[in-house]
């Protein structure tokens, strides 16, 4: 079946380096993407957003490419704190032209480590 | 904060008891959305009401329904509960119906426990 996935489970990294995040998605239909971050303990939290006509999008600290030629999106965190220790989830909303009235569809997510 | 709110935080019960989680949306916020998040199953999509009215069903058991009520707050309803029903229940508000760009506040989720 379609699905959103991530290439990797665990990431880790140094404090102040770059991090990236991957994931694949399968459904060409799909119009729009979105990250969020979970700390333990709770619940998903907004972080970037991004259409499908768009193939970048730049937030605070974070980067979102969109590549719908290999159906790929990946999240760029840059100089990475102690605080975005966390897992990352990428979710795909198919829209009304998926049929799916606005639910987002997640990928397993990717725990990521940041080493002081 | 998301402006989300859900109680109880943590739940308790033993197998074959029914349970009822609630969900308070955003103020302003007409369409309530909830989800699963299991070890096993990652987060997954269960049901979204707007505006008192059921939109959107994903993988939602027949044990389990749920509702929206005038003041728009949301309750899930699970019964006959099963061992593999523990699990994180997410809800999660949007302004409008969805099916497009807008993003979904979440809440700080329930933990429930079957014992």
């Known amino acids: 079946g379609e699905s959103v996935g991530l290439h990797l489970p665990t990431l880790s990294v140094q404090e102040g380096d770059n991090s990236i995040i991957n994931c694949a998605y399968s459904?060409?239909?799909?119009?729009?993407f979105i990250w969020y971050k979970q700390e333990s303990g709770k619940g998903p939290q907004f972080i970037i957003d991004?259409?499908?006509?768009?193939d970048k999008r730049q937030g605070q600290r974070v980067t979102v490419l969109l590549n719908k030629t290999v159906k790929h999106l990946s999240l760029q965190i840059a100089a990475t704190q102690p605080g975005d220790s966390a897992v990352y989830f990428c979710?795909?909303?198919?829209?009304?032209?998926?049929?799916?009235?606005?639910?987002?569809?997640f990928g397993k997510g990717t725990k990521l480590s940041v080493k002081p | 904060d998301s402006g989300v709110t859900q109680t109880p935080k943590h739940l308790i019960t033993a197998t074959g008891q029914r349970v009822t989680l609630r969900c308070s949306p955003r103020?302003?916020?007409?369409?309530v959305y909830w989800y699963q998040q299991s070890l096993d199953q990652g987060l997954q999509f269960l049901i979204q009401?707007?505006?008192?009215?059921?939109?959107a069903k994903g993988n939602i058991l027949e044990r389990f329904s749920a509702q929206q009520f005038p003041d728009l707050h949301s309750e899930l309803n699970l019964s006959s509960l099963e061992l593999g029903d523990s699990a994180l229940y997410f809800c999660?508000?949007?302004?409008?119906?969805?099916?497009?760009?807008?993003?979904?506040?979440f809440g700080p989720g329930t933990r429930l426990t079957v014992l």
């Open positions: 999660a508000s949007t302004r409008g119906r969805g099916g497009g760009p807008g993003t979904q506040y």
């Open positions: 103020s302003g916020d007409l369409s």
């Open positions: 009401y707007y505006n008192g009215e059921e939109r």
């Open positions: 979710a795909e909303n198919r829209g009304p032209y998926g049929g799916s009235q606005g639910n987002l569809i």
């Open positions: 459904n060409s239909a799909s119009d729009y």
């Open positions: 991004i259409r499908s006509n768009m």
